[in-house]
Protein backbone atom coordinates (compact mmCIF):
# COMPACT_ATOMS: atom_id res chain seq x y z
CA UNK A 1 0.00 0.00 0.00
CA UNK A 2 1.22 3.42 -0.70
CA UNK A 3 0.54 6.83 0.44
CA UNK A 4 3.37 9.75 -1.15
CA UNK A 5 6.19 9.42 0.25
CA UNK A 6 4.91 6.24 2.77
CA UNK A 7 5.26 2.46 2.25
CA UNK A 8 2.42 0.39 4.34
CA UNK A 9 3.78 -3.32 4.55
CA UNK A 10 1.78 -5.95 5.72
CA UNK A 11 3.02 -8.94 7.25
CA UNK A 12 1.15 -11.73 8.81
CA UNK A 13 2.43 -14.33 11.08
CA UNK A 14 1.45 -17.63 10.11
CA UNK A 15 0.68 -19.42 13.31
CA UNK A 16 -2.53 -16.94 14.72
CA UNK A 17 -3.05 -15.10 11.45
CA UNK A 18 -2.13 -12.24 12.95
CA UNK A 19 -1.73 -8.71 10.33
CA UNK A 20 0.67 -6.34 11.53
CA UNK A 21 1.43 -3.43 9.57
CA UNK A 22 4.73 -1.90 9.17
CA UNK A 23 4.42 1.93 7.85
CA UNK A 24 7.41 3.44 6.41
CA UNK A 25 7.74 7.55 6.06
CA UNK A 26 10.81 7.54 3.24
CA UNK A 27 11.19 11.43 3.40
CA UNK A 28 12.25 11.28 7.23
CA UNK A 29 13.12 7.70 7.60
CA UNK A 30 10.71 6.91 10.20
CA UNK A 31 8.51 3.97 10.54
CA UNK A 32 5.80 3.18 13.19
CA UNK A 33 4.28 -0.69 13.47
CA UNK A 34 0.70 -1.25 14.58
CA UNK A 35 0.14 -5.07 16.44
CA UNK A 36 3.60 -6.64 16.14
CA UNK A 37 3.28 -10.56 17.26
CA UNK A 38 6.57 -11.02 19.40
CA UNK A 39 7.64 -14.24 17.21
CA UNK A 40 8.40 -12.35 14.15
CA UNK A 41 9.80 -9.72 15.59
CA UNK A 42 13.51 -10.50 14.19
CA UNK A 43 11.47 -10.58 10.63
CA UNK A 44 10.01 -6.69 11.02
CA UNK A 45 13.48 -5.79 12.36
CA UNK A 46 15.22 -7.56 8.79
CA UNK A 47 12.52 -5.96 7.03
CA UNK A 48 13.88 -2.26 8.76
CA UNK A 49 17.65 -3.32 7.86
CA UNK A 50 16.31 -4.15 4.39
CA UNK A 51 14.76 -0.46 3.51
CA UNK A 52 17.35 1.08 5.93
CA UNK A 53 15.23 2.76 8.94
CA UNK A 54 15.04 1.78 12.47
CA UNK A 55 11.84 0.62 14.27
CA UNK A 56 10.74 3.69 15.97
CA UNK A 57 7.43 3.53 17.02
CA UNK A 58 4.94 0.55 17.61
CA UNK A 59 1.45 0.67 18.19
CA UNK A 60 -1.53 -1.99 20.13
CA UNK A 61 -4.70 -1.62 18.98
CA UNK A 62 -5.92 -3.45 21.87
CA UNK A 63 -4.67 -5.82 24.78
CA UNK A 64 -4.32 -8.76 22.51
CA UNK A 65 -5.67 -12.24 23.78
CA UNK A 66 -4.73 -14.50 20.96
CA UNK A 67 -1.07 -13.89 20.63
CA UNK A 68 2.03 -12.01 22.27
CA UNK A 69 2.47 -8.52 21.57
CA UNK A 70 5.63 -7.51 19.42
CA UNK A 71 6.11 -3.97 21.54
CA UNK A 72 7.73 -4.91 24.34
CA UNK A 73 10.69 -6.72 22.88
CA UNK A 74 10.80 -4.63 20.11
CA UNK A 75 11.47 -2.09 22.86
CA UNK A 76 14.10 -4.03 24.09
CA UNK A 77 16.11 -4.69 20.70
CA UNK A 78 15.46 -0.90 19.54
CA UNK A 79 16.22 1.05 22.65
CA UNK A 80 15.10 4.16 21.16
CA UNK A 81 11.49 2.59 20.50
CA UNK A 82 8.23 4.04 21.98
CA UNK A 83 5.44 1.60 22.68
CA UNK A 84 1.83 3.68 22.56
CA UNK A 85 -1.99 2.53 23.06
CA UNK A 86 -5.12 3.97 23.09
CA UNK A 87 -5.96 5.44 26.78
CA UNK A 88 -8.55 2.52 27.66
CA UNK A 89 -9.14 -0.47 29.73
CA UNK A 90 -5.88 -1.90 30.87
CA UNK A 91 -3.43 -0.22 28.35
CA UNK A 92 -2.11 1.59 31.63
CA UNK A 93 -0.77 -1.66 32.22
CA UNK A 94 1.42 -2.14 29.37
CA UNK A 95 2.43 1.24 28.51
CA UNK A 96 2.79 5.05 30.19
CA UNK A 97 2.88 6.28 25.95
CA UNK A 98 -0.85 6.43 25.77
CA UNK A 99 -2.74 8.24 23.02
CA UNK A 100 -6.35 10.01 23.57
CA UNK A 101 -9.21 8.64 21.59
CA UNK A 102 -9.63 11.64 18.70
CA UNK A 103 -6.21 12.57 18.92
CA UNK A 104 -3.50 11.91 16.88
CA UNK A 105 0.00 10.41 17.15
CA UNK A 106 2.49 12.14 14.50
CA UNK A 107 5.22 10.29 13.34
CA UNK A 108 7.33 12.25 10.81
CA UNK A 109 4.47 12.61 7.65
CA UNK A 110 2.88 9.67 9.22
CA UNK A 111 -0.58 10.69 10.94
CA UNK A 112 -2.73 8.45 12.37
CA UNK A 113 -5.88 9.61 14.13
CA UNK A 114 -6.97 7.36 17.22
CA UNK A 115 -10.59 6.37 17.05
CA UNK A 116 -12.27 4.76 20.28
CA UNK A 117 -13.92 1.86 18.74
CA UNK A 118 -14.58 -0.69 21.91
CA UNK A 119 -16.49 -3.89 21.64
CA UNK A 120 -13.81 -6.41 21.17
CA UNK A 121 -12.10 -5.59 24.11
CA UNK A 122 -12.46 -2.28 26.30
CA UNK A 123 -9.47 -0.90 25.11
CA UNK A 124 -9.73 -1.23 21.40
CA UNK A 125 -8.61 1.48 19.30
CA UNK A 126 -8.35 1.94 15.53
CA UNK A 127 -6.07 3.77 13.98
CA UNK A 128 -6.73 6.41 10.70
CA UNK A 129 -4.55 7.27 8.18
CA UNK A 130 -6.31 8.08 5.17
CA UNK A 131 -7.44 6.40 3.35
CA UNK A 132 -6.60 3.60 5.57
CA UNK A 133 -7.91 2.15 8.80
CA UNK A 134 -6.07 0.01 10.92
CA UNK A 135 -8.98 -2.06 12.56
CA UNK A 136 -6.80 -4.83 14.67
CA UNK A 137 -10.01 -7.00 15.63
CA UNK A 138 -12.96 -4.71 15.78
CA UNK A 139 -13.19 -5.12 12.25
CA UNK A 140 -11.86 -8.65 9.85
CA UNK A 141 -12.38 -9.87 6.76
CA UNK A 142 -15.93 -10.72 6.28
CA UNK A 143 -16.65 -10.41 9.92
CA UNK A 144 -15.65 -8.45 13.31
CA UNK A 145 -14.01 -9.66 16.35
CA UNK A 146 -15.47 -11.62 18.98
CA UNK A 147 -17.21 -9.56 22.28
CA UNK A 148 -17.47 -13.00 23.75
CA UNK A 149 -14.26 -13.54 25.47
CA UNK A 150 -12.81 -11.74 28.08
CA UNK A 151 -13.93 -8.03 28.34
CA UNK A 152 -15.86 -7.79 25.26
CA UNK A 153 -19.17 -6.39 24.44
CA UNK A 154 -21.55 -7.10 21.93
CA UNK A 155 -23.59 -3.37 22.24
CA UNK A 156 -20.42 -1.49 22.31
CA UNK A 157 -19.12 -3.58 19.46
CA UNK A 158 -22.78 -2.25 17.41
CA UNK A 159 -22.18 1.19 18.07
CA UNK A 160 -18.32 1.67 17.77
CA UNK A 161 -18.92 0.06 13.76
CA UNK A 162 -22.24 1.98 13.25
CA UNK A 163 -21.47 5.64 15.09
CA UNK A 164 -17.65 5.39 13.95
CA UNK A 165 -15.86 3.05 11.26
CA UNK A 166 -19.46 3.54 9.20
CA UNK A 167 -19.05 7.04 9.24
CA UNK A 168 -15.83 7.30 7.18
CA UNK A 169 -15.24 8.06 3.97
CA UNK A 170 -16.69 5.10 1.71
CA UNK A 171 -13.57 5.18 -0.23
CA UNK A 172 -12.22 4.01 3.38
CA UNK A 173 -9.39 0.81 2.72
CA UNK A 174 -9.60 -1.71 5.65
CA UNK A 175 -6.47 -3.00 7.35
CA UNK A 176 -7.89 -5.51 10.00
CA UNK A 177 -6.05 -7.65 12.69
CA UNK A 178 -6.25 -11.20 10.81
CA UNK A 179 -6.79 -13.14 7.85
CA UNK A 180 -8.33 -16.40 8.54
CA UNK A 181 -9.06 -16.98 4.72
CA UNK A 182 -12.81 -17.69 5.33
Sequence with gaps: YKIKNINIYQIQEPVTKSLSYLIHDKKHNLAVIIDPVEEIVNYYNKIAKKHGFSLGH????????DHISGSNR????????KYFMGKAGDASKVTNNLIKKNSTLNVGDISLKALYTPGHTLDSFCFYLEPYIFTGDTLLI????????????AEMMYDSIFSILLKLN????ILPGHDYKG
Design 170 to 173: KKTI
Design 74 to 81: LVYINKNC
Design 58 to 65: TLDTHVHA
Design 142 to 153: NSTGRTDIGNGN
